[in-house]
């Protein structure tokens, strides 16, 4: 439903003819009578409504004030639509690169490839955690009551070594991404 909407809200440009338009849009696009729930977001229906309701108000009162106040509920509603708009995009066709590179690649290529995607995302989230856990240790050391660490050095040690391998797993897994995407 938001990509006709959508579109039909990039038709509202034209100064001499925005009025019109508007008319043009809400004609079709009435709160009154279609679902504005299929709208998906709480935000883009409360400015969908609020628009609306001053398109209604600068119907009743001509004058340049509620004129105004309906074009800047219109940006508004112009500028939720869109950011909604390329998000449901991304949504849908998040996959559809990594569709495209491997629908002619041999199946056990596409195999490794997909692991390596797999191993590169779960070490970049455990270089992060590993790195952050660190950072915790040697607070927690510096604080007079250490509660975490009982032998520091070592733990700490563990740790940095845990990083280095994780860090280089997740760079080869990484170039062999990068070399399958230039491909």
């Not at 998040?94 to 590169?120: A, C, G, P, Q």
Request: glycine share 0%; aromatic share 18%.
């Amino acid at each position: 439903m938001i990509e006709p909407i959508y579109f039909k809200m990039n038709n509202i440009k034209d100064d001499h003819h925005k009025v019109e338009s508007i008319r043009k849009f809400f004609n079709t696009y009435n709160p009154e009578k279609i679902n504005v729930s299929k709208l998906g977001n709480r935000k883009l229906i409360n400015r969908f409504r609020e628009t609306h309701s001053a398109y209604s108000h600068y119907l009743t009162e001509l004058h340049d004030q509620s004129k105004k106040f309906l074009f800047l509920k219109v940006k508004s509603l112009e500028y939720f639509l869109d950011k909604e708009y390329w998000k449901l995009f991304e949504a849908i066709y998040k996959d559809h690169d990594y569709f495209k590179r491997t629908v002619d690649m041999n199946y056990l290529f596409r195999f490794f490839y997909r692991i390596s995607i797999f191993i590169e995302s779960t070490f970049f989230a455990i270089s992060w955690k590993v790195v952050a856990i660190i950072i915790f240790a040697m607070m927690d050391e510096f604080l007079k009551e250490s509660i975490w660490i009982e032998d520091f050095k070592l733990k700490v040690l563990y740790l940095l070594l845990f990083c280095c391998i994780s860090q280089l797993i997740l760079y080869i897994s990484s170039m062999i991404n990068l070399a399958v995407q230039m491909t």
